[in-house]
Structure formats: structure tokens, C-alpha cells
């Protein structure tokens, strides 16, 4: 199985930077892309990025500009830089892989990582 766990969040105001991380383990030469996704209160799950085993990327509309999306294949690793926070940034982030490289995995999802943006 596919293992990660999120960190990085926390309570920053508008306009101010985070940087999430996503360390895998277990069976890791399973992974093919990754993504951040966010529920917000009250809201449906998201995707806000993702990226896939060879480096493309894919952004939500609203983080266009203001989010990167990378990876560190060496180190098992996805980080999602956010610049200019928004209040509406405001959501539990949560770290996902695909595990396409192996037949019957499923998908593996964290604990997910609150982060709140202040006006």
C-alpha cells in the first residue's frame, strides 16, 4: 500500500505564503500522478493541482498564478507553494496519489491539513 502523510498548514493572513508537503512511503514505485484537492466548509472536495509522474501540470482556475504544484520523485515527495492567500484559500488540503503503476491499487488519500486564511 500507498502511504502519505500532509503537513504544513496553519493560520496565515490575506495576501501572505504557505508551503504544503506530502511525504509518501510503502510502495511508492506505484505512484504515477499526485494532486492537492481542498474542501472548504460547506463545499464539495476540489482539485486544485496535480501533477503527473512526468511533470505536467494542471491547476484549478482559482489558484492560476498564485499556486505551484511540484514533486520530488527522489524524495517520495509533493509540495504545494501558495502565494497571495486568499480567504477563500480557506479549507482542509488534502494530499492525494494515483497508483497506477501497480494493478489493484486504489487511490491514496491523507489526513488532510487545515489551512485558514485571515482577512
Known amino acids: 500500500q500507498v502511504l502519505v502523510v500532509e503537513s504544513g498548514g496553519g493560520l496565515v493572513q490575506a495576501g501572505g505564503s504557505l508551503r504544503l508537503s506530502c511525504a509518501a512511503s510503502g510502495d511508492t514505485i506505484c505512484i504515477s500522478a499526485m494532486g492537492w484537492y481542498r474542501r472548504a466548509p460547506g463545499k464539495e472536495r476540489e482539485l486544485v493541482a496535480d501533477?503527473?509522474?512526468?511533470?505536467?501540470?494542471n491547476y484549478a482556475d482559482s489558484v492560476k498564478g498564485r499556486f505551484t504544484i511540484s514533486r520530488d520523485n527522489a524524495k517520495n515527495t509533493l509540495y504545494l507553494q501558495m502565494n497571495s492567500l486568499k480567504p477563500e484559500d480557506t479549507a482542509v488540503y488534502y494530499c492525494n496519489t494515483e497508483n497506477r503503476y501497480c494493478s489493484g491499487y486504489l487511490p491514496t488519500w491523507g489526513q488532510g491539513t487545515q489551512v485558514t486564511v485571515s482577512s
Open positions: 501533477i503527473s509522474s512526468g511533470g505536467s501540470t
